[in-house]
């Protein structure tokens, strides 16, 4: 399996190395003979030839694609979501916050910007079409760290769970989650303690050391990429 991992985001920050270590040890846990590669986009690298990849990851990021004008960064991950959407070659590609939002937003969903920034673990309730996805389960437990979220999917897309939080194209090669699975406790409490502001301020943050069900999400979405 060759797997990109493509980072929204540029810091020098410990949690984006340790935000880098948990999608490949989560990847790998589930794939141990995963290739994997890395594009630091929103640094400034180049996206490579897409088509090679069995499972493209778009991680979480910053940019508002509400209201700024698209970096040129930005410009690739959207053109690489409407390429991938239109002719995938077997191509799988999740998105998680940033990239759920930039998934929808490119394939003609809306955006809207919370009240207030949404910060730790929270339960997300799951339908019928997510309970036959995730193993029977009712639910799964998710960090998140947004102020912005999905309030419309995008055309071809089914809702698994409440709120938009999590979306399955019909064509079966995208997944979206607002939330986090790659996320710990431990990246969470350096993203609180590196914020400026944008985040923190004015934000409800539930228990960040409350156990989630990543691990298991990984899994799911592992089988997921390598089925038909």
């Known amino acids: 399996m060759k797997v990109l991992i493509v980072l929204n985001f540029a810091t020098d920050k410990p949690w984006g190395q340790l935000s880098v270590e948990s999608f490949t040890d989560n990847i790998r846990s589930h794939a141990p003979d995963a290739e994997i590669s890395v594009c630091r986009l929103a640094s400034g690298e180049d996206l490579t030839n897409s088509s090679q990849y069995d499972l493209i990851v778009l991680s979480g990021g910053t940019f508002n694609l509400i209201s700024d004008v698209p970096l040129p960064w930005v410009e690739q991950a959207l053109a690489l979501i409407r390429r991938t959407a239109k002719d995938s070659n077997g191509t799988k590609l999740l998105g998680f916050c940033w990239g759920h939002q930039a998934i929808q937003f490119a394939l003609g969903g809306k955006l809207d910007v919370l009240n207030k920034s949404n910060i730790g673990v929270e339960t997300i309730t799951l ?62 409490r350096n993203l609180l303690d ?6 923190v301020d004015n934000s409800t943050i539930s228990s960040i050391t409350t156990p989630h069900d990543g691990l298991y999400i990984w899994g799911r979405l592992m089988k997921f990429v390598i089925s038909p």
């Open 194 to 199: 590196s914020d400026d502001g944008s985040y």
């Open 127 to 188: 339908n019928a079409e997510g309970q036959n996805f995730f193993d029977g389960r009712s639910s799964l437990k998710m960090h998140k760290y947004h102020k912005r979220v999905v309030s419309e999917a995008a055309l071809g897309f089914k809702l698994l769970g409440s709120n938009n939080e999590i979306l399955l194209s019909e064509s079966g090669n995208i997944m979206t989650f607002q939330g986090h699975p790659e996320l710990t406790s431990e990246i969470s």
